[in-house]
């Protein structure tokens, strides 16, 4: 629609301004090649769709993972992940960690509290830097749980995201909460 208002204006000048009519037509192709190339998609209709669809089954592995970790079923977690897994872990100056460290902090989590449930707020699909779906999963919620040694409970806002391989396992993943803060509260005398 805009491009039609361009040409009508483009048209609208040349009678004021009588410009030679090979100009005009220049510039009408010019303008036209602009608004085709502008117009162009990257993503075929099937890529879109396969990203969808990789969107659906990757949410129901995230979301069983989640459901796990509440079970406490460590086993089950570790055949969800990938050998060349990636984990950003919530505590303060963490550097990234592969599949064992990951496991290693699951293990510790699940040693450590009991009633661990996870309310989801929002599950979301992620993208690539451009912003196209690219099958990932997020969530923003919220943990409860009892930490088993003091007995004190747990009430924590947090975020997590998972990427995933063609074959659904997951290859990445990384958890944001204030983990300092939340030990730091197990610990005071309050």
């Known amino acids: 629609m805009i491009y039609n208002y361009i040409i009508l204006l483009m048209?609208?000048?040349?009678?004021?301004?009588?410009?030679n009519l090979i100009i005009m037509k220049k510039i009408i192709l010019l303008m036209s090649i602009v608004f085709l190339y502008s117009c162009n998609n990257t993503n075929t209709v099937g890529e879109v769709e396969s990203s969808n669809n990789n969107y659906a089954r990757n949410l129901e592995s995230a979301?069983?993972?989640?459901?796990?970790?509440?079970?406490?079923?460590?086993?089950?977690?570790?055949?969800?992940?990938?050998?060349?897994?990636?984990?950003?872990?919530?505590?303060?100056?963490?550097?990234?960690?592969?599949?064992?460290?990951?496991?290693?902090?699951?293990?510790g989590y699940q040693d450590n509290f009991e009633n661990m449930k996870f309310t989801p707020t929002y599950w979301l699909p992620g993208s690539d830097s451009l912003g196209n779906q690219n099958g990932s999963v997020r969530v923003y919620g919220v943990w409860t749980a009892t930490h088993t040694p003091t007995q004190k409970s747990v009430n924590l806002k947090s975020y997590h995201y998972w990427d995933f391989d063609e074959n659904g396992l997951i290859t990445q993943t990384g958890d944001y909460f204030d983990a300092t803060g939340m030990m730091m509260s197990l610990t005071s005398d309050e």
Do not use: C, T, V, W
């Not at 048209?11 to 410009?19: D, R, T």
């Not at 979301?63 to 897994?85: C, G, N, P, R, V």
């Open 63 to 107: 979301q069983k993972f989640m459901k796990l970790h509440e079970m406490e079923d460590l086993e089950s977690q570790i055949a969800m992940l990938s050998d060349d897994l990636i984990h950003e872990p919530p505590r303060y100056g963490a550097e990234l960690q592969d599949k064992d460290g990951f496991i290693n902090d699951l293990k």
């Open 11 to 19: 048209y609208h000048i040349y009678l004021k301004s009588n410009l």
